[in-house]
């Protein structure tokens, strides 16, 4: 490729940052190196005043498409705005963007000279006395756009014709004739379609196209310049490849588009982020979320508290679109590798009308690679740490397809349990924690673009998991507990986009899950009764369950242009849930306690399948229906306002005050959503929303059953006159984008409010066999939220987010409504560092703070408890590619092994909490084609 040599005037404000940098770098100290990018930060911020250009790039365009360019010139004036293009091994060529009104200008590639596989651009102003400066991007490093499609065939090269000559007399030869001039390139005006987000992109409210001041003008070459012949195909993709893999050195200095006009402030972490964290399961990821707070119990399981409240069925996770709660107790296998995940998606609050109920503190959506090539990575560390992982896609024609797998296994690191629930009855024994664990995740997709019939794409996708309780099931550790969870899940849809630029589609869905879980509530050879050897459990007092559920259903939506710059987005969802099987079997009699010898359904328990009448049970079985519009406006430019509502009809069952069902019955209920966003400047994006989401109970909530006996006393069973739950929540936000040279600073800050009413909670009232109960008066948070990132180079980053809540069950006593057993207080920041060409250094630190008992009754009162804050500190050494294929790094996780616990179900019998995981490292080699 052609190099434009033309200097590049540098401002004395970034003249004095490269020195700083350069210091630091020499001297290889992290200490010198964040006092030198302070210094940057402040040294930069003032020397904004250079001629710039504020433009976002696109990452991707349409073949045979003209691609629209705007942007505002600030700093200074010029005589002409000028693009320089070029393919892959082309020369620059010129084509000038046209001044609008103010400092706005605009337009038009043509068509024609958008051919696969990709252009790549740069934009320089010229003064009134020639002079030329680069404003956004250089020559040396442009912005690099992909455009998806086959590169034409390279063009047939003439052969020169024969001289013609005399027999037996030298031949001259006779110039070649002059090719014919080529006609003059004709430029069509067409707009492209806007492209909407389906299921398995970001789960967002889109708004309609933005009304014009003026038609894009005609683009005029500066100066024509001649263009290459084409080369072979092969050598078009391997060019794009290498720079496409470059990180785009454009200055964005305003707001994307989809980001200023969205009402919400969700998190994306990419794939590439999530490297530069130092985490390896989606879990860890999540911890680092401001607004979120991850924990784990005493069985093992990884819960998520969004904004202080924390409830397995009022967050959704979806995995590329597709529900992975469980329909029986809310809870999802969602704990899974990074490693082959393009993004993470997370939605706080009643975040989306177009995903379903469940959507109730938040959504979380994983999404894998889609990206066409072959990935490879494996991983060991301390405590037998063993995992494997393989992405690829392939496309073929019109066809792609897709597969991805993930196994890990470890056993997990033993840590102490000070105490437990049988230490008052039995003699000193040990107590360690058990962290055993195989997951198996494996997917394979395809997909078929008919073109103008639009795309069909089907997946299916199997997860497996194998563990240990971390404790056990409730208050004693039970080390041979054994927790097994397979889900099989499928779905099918078809898209067609629409001229105007909207799209219709529908799709199917399957999901079946099934969960044995053996738990050990005693440990070998206890004894019942002293002196009594047929009390004595040889295998330790168990108790089995099993429950498979199964669901289906089918969505269809549309989004449509309309008039008077509105899009209207209308969608109809309709589901139906079933539990397929259900058992409780135990070694021991409730209330005597006996040993029964073997696993058997004890008496006295009525499943949820069962309706204690001889039929089948109401909670078992869920219907719901859903519809949604909401529609996106933009009066002017700078505002844009969303509102829509959903309205779903869920199928849910009743009981009396004795527990008796009595039948079921369809319950409507009603989520209004309106939002706006202004953008006084294209750097600064203010936004507010309202939201509205239904809860239904789980069926675990309504008709759960366990044995009363001994081991299970404070234990949570089914209310089956427990009602469905309302959240209202609204926030209102802001963020600011800002150039600093080649890099940019990105700030963000969000107060929310949300109050949940007749919210489902546990709360222990007697110390025996406790129902779930609603809260008639609610439960409420409200808090603050803010972030920022600052991104020197493609290579060095530091970012910091904080966050406060301030959680309240309102029907609690004044004196005891704060919720405490969250922190309130959250901190985390990190830096990623070049360390030469080759190697990069990864910091990350979180920060939470002191957790203590909540005391909504007399028994969290007395079951008072205490956790420390913590800190923990991750430190990471990766490389870049090597030999353009293959990536090594080192991972060190809690290196300073700092002891912190989580909260547990009885903080009286388990008096030091749930012990957390000490100091790991990890290495880790990746190899992708």
């Known amino acids: 490729m052609g190099v434009d040599e033309r200097p590049t005037r540098v401002s004395p404000g970034q003249i004095s940052t490269l020195a700083l940098l350069a210091t630091a770098t020499e001297h290889r100290r992290p200490v010198r190196l964040l006092l030198a990018v302070g210094l940057t930060v402040a040294v930069v911020a003032g020397a904004q005043s250079r001629l710039s250009f504020l433009h976002t790039a696109p990452t991707e365009a349409t073949a045979g498409e003209p691609l629209s360019l705007d942007g505002s010139l600030v700093g200074g004036d010029a005589a002409k705005v000028i693009v320089h293009v070029r393919g892959p091994g082309e020369p620059w060529e010129e084509y000038s963007l046209e001044l609008q009104y103010g400092d706005l200008y605009r337009g038009a590639l043509p068509a024609s000279r958008l051919v696969p596989p990709g252009i790549e651009y740069w934009i320089e102003a010229v003064s009134s006395s020639g002079e030329r400066a680069p404003i956004f991007a250089t020559a040396r490093q442009p912005v690099r756009v992909i455009i998806p499609g086959d590169a034409p065939a390279p063009a047939p090269v003439a052969e020169a014709p024969k001289p013609k000559c005399k027999k037996g007399k030298k031949c001259k030869d006779e110039p070649l004739p002059e090719p014919a001039p080529a006609p003059a390139p004709v430029i069509e005006k067409k707009e492209k379609p806007a492209e909407w987000v389906d299921s398995d992109r970001p789960v967002e409210m889109k708004e309609p196209p933005r009304a014009e001041p003026a038609p894009a003008p005609v683009v005029q070459r500066a100066e024509p310049k001649p263009v290459k012949q084409a080369k072979p195909q092969t050598e078009l993709e391997e060019e794009l490849a290498l720079y496409g893999a470059e990180a785009t050195a454009g200055v964005a200095q305003r707001i994307d588009e989809k980001t200023r006009v969205s009402p919400l402030t969700p998190t994306v972490l990419t794939h590439r982020q999530l490297r530069e964290l130092g985490v390896r399961y989606v879990h860890e990821a999540l911890d680092l979320v401001p607004g979120v707070s991850v924990s784990r119990d005493v069985q093992g399981n990884w819960r998520v508290a969004m904004r202080g409240l924390r409830s397995e069925a009022e967050l959704l996770f979806t995995l590329n679109g597709q529900k992975l709660n469980n329909f029986y107790d809310g809870m999802a296998l969602a704990n899974l590798p990074i490693d082959n995940l393009e993004r993470i998606e997370v939605y706080r609050g009643p975040a989306t009308a177009d995903v379903g109920l469940g959507n109730v503190t938040g959504v979380i959506n994983l999404v894998t690679r889609r990206d066409d090539g072959f990935r490879a990575s494996a991983s060991a560390g301390l405590y037998e740490t063993f995992d494997g992982h393989l992405n690829g896609a392939l496309t073929i024609g019109a066809v792609k397809l897709l597969a991805d797998v993930d196994v890990a296994s470890q056993r997990g690191q033993r840590k102490s349990v000070f105490r437990d629930g049988l230490d008052t009855a039995t003699v000193q024994r040990p107590k360690l924690t058990s962290d055993k664990r195989l997951l198996i995740n494996a997917g394979l997709g395809v997909e078929l673009d008919l073109e103008n019939a639009g795309v069909i794409d089907a997946s299916g996708r199997l997860l497996y998991e194998n563990r240990s309780a971390l404790i056990g099931l409730f208050d004693v550790v039970g080390p041979d507990s054994q927790l097994e969870w397979l889900t099989v899940q499928a779905q099918a849809g078809w898209k067609k986009p629409l001229d105007n630029g909207g799209f219709i589609s529908i799709r199917g869905f399957f999901d079946q899950q099934a969960t044995n879980r053996l738990w050990q509530l005693a440990p070998d050879g206890w004894q019942v009764r002293p002196g009594d050897p047929t009390s004595i459990f040889a295998d330790g007092v168990l108790e089995q369950h099993n429950v498979g559920v199964r669901g289906f259903g089918v969505q269809g939506r549309g989004e449509f242009n309309l008039p008077f710059n509105n899009r209207l987005a209308v969608g109809v969802q309709v589901e139906q849930q079933s539990i397929f099987q259900a058992s409780l079997l135990a070694n021991s009699e409730p209330v005597t306690n006996d040993n029964l010898g073997e696993l058997q359904r004890p008496d006295g328990i009525r499943l949820p399948t069962e309706d204690g009448k001889g039929g089948r049970g109401p909670a078992a079985d869920r219907f719901s229906a859903g519809l949604w519009v909401y529609d996106t406006w933009t009066p002017v430019d700078l505002v844009s ?210 957790r203590r008992n909540n005391s909504r009754s007399v028994l969290e009162l007395i079951r008072r408890y205490t956790l420390p804050g913590y800190a923990t500190f991750t430190a990471q050494l990766r490389t870049e590619p090597l030999f353009d294929h293959l990536e090594l790094l080192v991972l060190g996780q809690n290196v300073f092994n700092f002891e912190y616990s989580d909260d547990a179900t009885r903080p009286d019998r388990v008096t030091n909490g749930v012990p957390r995981e000490s100091w790991n490292v990890f290495a880790q080699a990746r190899v992708g084609f």
């Open 641 to 850: 306002i969303q509102g829509g509502v959903r309205v779903d009809f869920t199928q849910l069952p009743r009981g009396d005050e004795r527990g008796q069902w009595l039948a079921s019955t369809v319950v409507p209920s009603f989520g209004p959503r309106i939002g706006i966003t202004v953008t006084p400047v294209r750097s600064l994006v203010l936004r507010g929303n309202y939201g509205r989401s239904f809860r239904a109970p789980t069926p675990q909530e309504f008709a759960a059953t366990v044995p009363n006996n001994d081991f299970n006393q404070g234990r949570f069973v089914g209310n089956p006159q427990l009602q469905g739950a309302y959240i209202d929540a609204a926030e209102a936000g802001a963020e600011y984008l800002q150039g600093l040279g080649e890099g940019k600073l990105r700030l963000r800050g969000t107060f929310f409010f949300e109050r949940i009413t007749n919210a489902i909670v546990q709360i222990d009232t007697s110390g025996n066999l406790v129902p779930y109960a609603n809260r008639p008066l609610g439960v409420q948070a409200l808090g603050l939220e803010g972030e920022a990132r600052l991104e020197l180079t493609s290579r060095m980053n530091f970012w910091l987010n904080a966050s406060w809540v301030r959680a309240e069950d309102l029907t609690a006593p004044t004196q005891s409504r704060i919720l405490t057993d969250v922190p309130q207080i959250r901190a985390n920041g990190g830096a990623s560092l070049p360390l030469g060409p080759w190697l990069n250094l990864d910091l990350v630190a979180r920060f939470a703070s002191e």
